[in-house]
């Protein structure tokens, strides 16, 4: 009888049935309405992706991950590896390899211990997703570390994107490495910290890259003087967007180009929490200025680049989650440009933002029962 319980208990934690839920109403600040119902919930959700199948991946801060049906069931994916939670630590972004449909072929990010004790420091791996039955991760490959390791339980950022197919950075992951809240570190060439790396899939370092004489880990650098760079995306031209928390408010949506420095912490739209002012961008034309800041902060985290599906009216804007600001929030992307267009709220910290192959908005929620939200038009 207690090995049958036992049995049914791992049976029950690797599959769960989905959450039956009425559909609510959630209203935009311009008069907008989405239509959105409960798929399912999780312990702190941090990130999704969808597979080429129609099913997503979703990870949780404390270490799982799930595959997840669009009716909301779900089953708990073996062999992740174990993972520092606490503070902003913990599994992180999931992404699939271009390739998937052949290779299998899963990028994940989470944090680890450093070399030193006490330390933590942000990792990525690929590894090949085995759906044949229970779904499992096996060859696991280290491709990149963040450098150096440091105390403290915050800015890893280690969000990830692919180049889309076709382009001059197809085969590219870019991974958003955090300044680890230690601030110089982000206009340092000798540490990985408050960067966005560009790599080939492989984990080697591309020979265009932009700092190529600038010491042998420069050479992963893409662009230097981000803070925790917390959302990712490219837009249908092959631009790439990315956005950040400022400190005291500032927070930064950023047109991502090649050996540009975005000036943490020399300068912010934001000021330090202890109210030492820092100088705006415009005291230093020398480095770039965001296309949008926001002040008061939004807290942004998750970031989708809008195409077409449900509202071809949204089509090259940009969605993103917002923690603080309790909202989605849509800004327009006009030649290079940005500027925020409405906000939908429903009282929920939102933690990342995905567009489903069902041409819909899928939300995550944060906290201990974060729900995964499909919305649609009205």
């Known amino acids: 009888m207690k090995r049958l319980l036992a049995l049914s208990s791992y049976l029950l934690c690797l599959m769960l049935t989905p959450i039956t839920a009425k559909a609510f109403q959630i209203d935009g600040d311009h008069g907008g309405?989405?239509?959105?119902?409960?798929?399912?919930?999780?312990?702190?959700?941090?990130?999704?992706?969808?597979?080429?199948?129609?099913?997503?991946?979703?990870?949780?801060?404390?270490?799982?991950?799930w595959l997840?049906?669009?009716?909301?069931?779900?089953?708990?994916?073996?062999?992740?590896?174990?993972?520092?939670?606490?503070?902003?630590?913990?599994l992180g972004d999931v992404v699939p390899h271009p390739d998937?449909?052949?290779?299998?072929?899963?990028?994940?990010?989470?944090?680890?211990?450093?070399?030193?004790?006490?330390?933590?420091?942000a990792v990525v791996i690929r590894a090949r997703l085995d759906l044949t039955e229970t779904p499992k991760l096996t060859r696991h490959e280290e491709i990149w570390r963040q450098f150096p390791?440091?105390?403290?339980?915050?800015?890893?950022?280690?969000?990830?994107?692919?180049?889309?197919?076709?382009?001059?950075?197809?085969?590219?992951?870019?991974?958003?490495?955090?300044?680890?809240?230690?601030?110089?570190?982000?206009?340092?060439?000798?540490?990985?910290l408050g960067k966005i790396i560009r790599l080939n899939d492989d984990g080697t370092v591309p020979a265009d890259n932009p700092y190529q004489d600038d010491g042998a880990l420069a050479r992963s650098f893409w662009t230097i003087g981000h803070r925790n760079a917390l959302g990712i995306a490219f837009d249908a031209k092959g631009q790439l967007w990315a956005h950040e928390m400022g400190p005291r408010h500032g927070d930064e949506l950023n047109l991502i180009e090649p050996g540009r420095n975005y000036g943490w912490p020399l300068v912010s739209e934001g000021n330090h929490y202890s109210?030492?002012?820092?100088?705006?961008?415009?005291?230093?034309?020398?480095?770039?200025?965001p296309k949008a800041a926001w002040v008061p902060s939004i807290a942004p985290s998750g970031l989708v680049i809008w195409a077409?599906?449900?509202?071809?009216?949204?089509q090259g804007q940009a969605l993103i989650g917002g923690l603080v600001s309790r909202a989605l929030i849509r800004v327009s992307l006009d030649n290079g440009n940005a500027q925020e267009m409405e906000r939908y709220s429903w009282g929920e910290r939102v933690r990342e933002v995905e567009q489903g192959p069902d041409g819909a908005v899928w939300v995550l929620e944060d906290g201990r029962r974060g729900r995964l939200l499909h919305l649609s038009p009205l």
């Open 149 to 192: 390791a440091y105390p403290g339980r915050g800015h890893f950022s280690h969000r990830l994107a692919f180049g889309p197919a076709g382009g001059a950075h197809a085969g590219k992951v870019f991974i958003t490495s955090g300044d680890r809240q230690e601030l110089d570190p982000a206009q340092d060439m000798a540490q990985a």
């Open 100 to 121: 998937f449909a052949n290779n299998g072929l899963i990028y994940l990010s989470y944090v680890d211990e450093g070399d030193q004790p006490g330390t933590r420091q």
């Open 308 to 314: 077409d599906g449900l509202f071809p009216e949204w």
């Open 68 to 90: 997840v049906q669009q009716d909301g069931a779900r089953f708990q994916v073996a062999g992740v590896p174990p993972v520092l939670d606490g503070g902003q630590g913990g």
């Open 33 to 65: 309405q989405l239509k959105a119902r409960t798929i399912t919930s999780f312990n702190h959700p941090w990130a999704m992706t969808f597979l080429p199948n129609g099913r997503l991946l979703v990870t949780t801060k404390p270490g799982r991950m």
């Open 275 to 289: 109210g030492v002012k820092i100088p705006n961008h415009d005291t230093r034309p020398d480095l770039t200025a």
